[in-house]
């Protein structure tokens, strides 16, 4: 990809469990955001955390940041079969373009 | 919110023709649009920024004469693939921002482009 790697490449968990998706990046960035994807639709926007962040909560998700490591991580708490989806990181370096990693996809099994 | 279209949402063409994709931004005024191609089962690459009323930035390796844009207006963005092959295949989706240096990109829903 252009930026990084996420893994799993593919998850697939029971209803109710948590899914963890992880996402590395090669450069300083501004901030890292999370996206969802339904298969062949466009992306909705999870979550933003900033360089200067550590953690995020929102509803369900829970993101944290290692900039350090370049990583991040989007945890998804007591999943639903709704949450279905591709999953994708994507960095901002501070000119405004995003790069997005290869990404996470997500079954969540009823 | 913000919302962003894209016409058409599928389209099928020739090998050799030229396919034009609008990208719209319905209530409010982007300054920065986005350019994406996606292949089956992988990820967003980002193709090129397209600033208005200015010559777009394109991505390394993405070839500006093959995939011309122009963004005439505060509400809208084009792409055009000129002399489509079949490997131009794929999902093109735009993005746009309310301003320069915002965090917000606003994606819209795609297009999803077959050469035959």
């Known amino acids: 990809s252009q930026q990084g790697e996420e893994d799993p490449q593919a998850l697939s968990i029971q209803e109710g469990e948590n899914a963890t998706m992880n996402c590395s990046y090669k450069t300083s960035i501004n901030n890292l955001q999370w996206y969802r994807q339904n298969s062949g639709r466009g992306l909705v926007h999870l979550i933003l955390?900033?360089?200067?962040?550590r953690e995020k909560h929102s509803g369900r998700l829970r993101v944290t940041l290692d900039t350090s490591k370049k990583s991040s991580s989007l945890l998804i708490t007591a999943s639903r079969a709704a949450d279905t989806a591709s999953y994708f990181c994507a960095t901002d370096r501070g000119g405004n373009q995003f790069y997005f990693g290869t990404g996470t996809s997500l079954t969540v099994i009823p | 919110g913000a919302v962003v279209s894209q016409h058409p949402s599928r389209v099928i063409c020739k090998s050799g023709t030229s396919v034009k994709i609008e990208c719209r931004s319905l209530d409010f005024q982007a300054t920065t649009m986005f350019w994406y191609r996606q292949f089956p089962k992988q990820s967003l690459m980002l193709m090129a920024t397209s600033n208005e009323g200015s010559k777009a930035t394109y991505e390394q390796g993405v070839e500006k004469d093959k995939f011309l844009i122009n963004h005439a207006s505060l509400t809208l963005s084009t792409l055009t693939v000129t002399s489509a092959h079949p490997e131009d295949s794929s999902f093109y989706i735009c993005?746009?921002?309310?301003?320069?240096?915002?965090?917000?990109?606003?994606f819209g829903p795609g297009t999803r482009l077959t050469v035959t």
């Open positions: 955390i900033r360089s200067n962040e």
């Open positions: 993005s746009a921002t309310l301003t320069s240096g915002s965090y917000e990109q606003y």
